[in-house]
């Protein structure tokens, strides 16, 4: 079956230091992988998302994330956390043989702390 | 940029009413996608449409269905709303292609009582 984990409930992390949110995925074949951000009372916004070719991929508001293809992760990344990055993350795959539909991850909420 | 409308941020309705959930994108995308998020289970998908009048079962059909007269609007409906459909709904469009990112709504929270 296809499927996405996100380890991690919670994340805390204290403003200024970076932050890292887990994601793994079991899925056949070569997968798409995106990362979505929720903030309180709305909708998903689109992060980043890994194709092909270089496997750090650089997406919105200083975020990045690296996929690896041993360990089946795509962990999303930032150097500097800000309080304002407090929010739920989501990961999602897009398996190829799935069309256009996507599995998303549980979801880890993310604390910045001042 | 890509806009998704969803008709109402908070709805509450009685055990059995019929509820429609109208969702309308202004970017001509031909995929168009209704979620349900509960916590701890993340994003879960009920039904989406490929183009006008098409349709397929996503991951929880059951209790549901939908419709796509215009290429814009997608609508989920709840034939007979239970307590177990307490949840917050999400609608979604995309571009055709693999590779393309959706955009949502801004979410639907819906509670039957």
């Known amino acids: 079956a296809q499927s996405v984990a996100q380890p991690e409930d919670q994340v805390n992390v204290a403003e200024g230091n970076p932050l890292t949110v887990k994601c793994t995925y079991s899925?056949?074949?070569?997968?798409?992988l995106f990362w979505y951000v929720q903030y309180p009372n709305r909708g998903l916004q689109f992060l980043l998302k890994y194709i092909t070719g270089d496997n750090l991929v650089k997406g919105s508001y200083g975020f990045e994330a690296e996929f690896n293809k041993s360990q089946t992760s795509f962990h999303l990344k930032k150097p500097s956390a800000l309080v304002s990055d407090s929010a739920l993350y989501f990961c999602a795959v897009r398996p190829m043989e799935y069309g256009n539909k996507l599995v998303f991850g549980a979801g880890t909420i993310l604390r910045v702390k001042s | 940029d890509v806009k998704v409308t969803q008709s109402s941020r908070y709805l509450v309705k009685r055990t059995g009413e019929k509820v429609f959930l109208e969702c309308v994108q202004d970017m001509d995308h031909e995929n168009m996608f209704w979620y349900r998020q509960d916590p701890g289970l993340g994003l879960r998908l009920i039904y989406f449409?490929?183009?006008?009048?098409?349709?397929e079962k996503g991951d929880i059909p059951e209790g549901y269905s939908v419709s796509r007269e215009k290429k814009e609007r997608f609508s989920l409906i709840l034939e007979s709303a239970s307590t177990n459909q307490t949840s917050m709904y999400l609608c979604?469009?995309?571009?055709?292609?693999?590779?393309?990112?959706?955009?949502f709504g801004q979410g639907t929270r819906l509670t039957v009582v």
């Open positions: 449409s490929y183009d006008v009048k098409m349709k």
């Open positions: 899925v056949s074949g070569n997968p798409y």
């Open positions: 979604a469009s995309k571009v055709t292609g693999l590779n393309t990112e959706a955009f």
